[in-house]
């Protein structure tokens, strides 16, 4: 039996993996990933607490519907944000952290 507590749990663990990646990592698409791998992580808790709040009950599935808009503004996101980092990479000839902080020439 999958409960609430299974959900937040790998919720938890997809999140911290995210957050490592993001503070270890010098890639900026690693980096990149790692922000949506938390994204999903919020995505996968907003889908537990939906499935396990009980409305007449029948599982709640309005916060579904959220998560279904945030997926679809998450791939505009990306969209965006690679278009970002190949204007970068143009410019910079380096996917590395360190040398898109300076953005001067």
Do not use: W
Request: with cysteine.
């Amino acid at each position: 039996m999958i409960t609430l507590g299974h959900y937040l749990v790998v919720s938890g663990m997809l999140f911290a993996l995210g957050l490592a990646g993001v503070i270890a990592r010098r890639n900026i698409i690693i980096v990149y990933m790692c922000l949506e791998m938390m994204l999903s992580a919020a995505n996968l808790a907003l889908v537990g607490f939906s499935r396990f709040h009980l409305v007449n009950g029948l599982p709640d599935y309005t916060a579904q519907s959220l998560v279904f808009f945030t997926i679809t503004v998450a791939a505009a996101e990306v969209a965006v944000g690679l278009a970002i980092i190949v204007a970068l990479f143009r410019s910079k000839q380096s996917v590395d952290v360190e040398s898109v902080t300076k953005l001067q020439g």
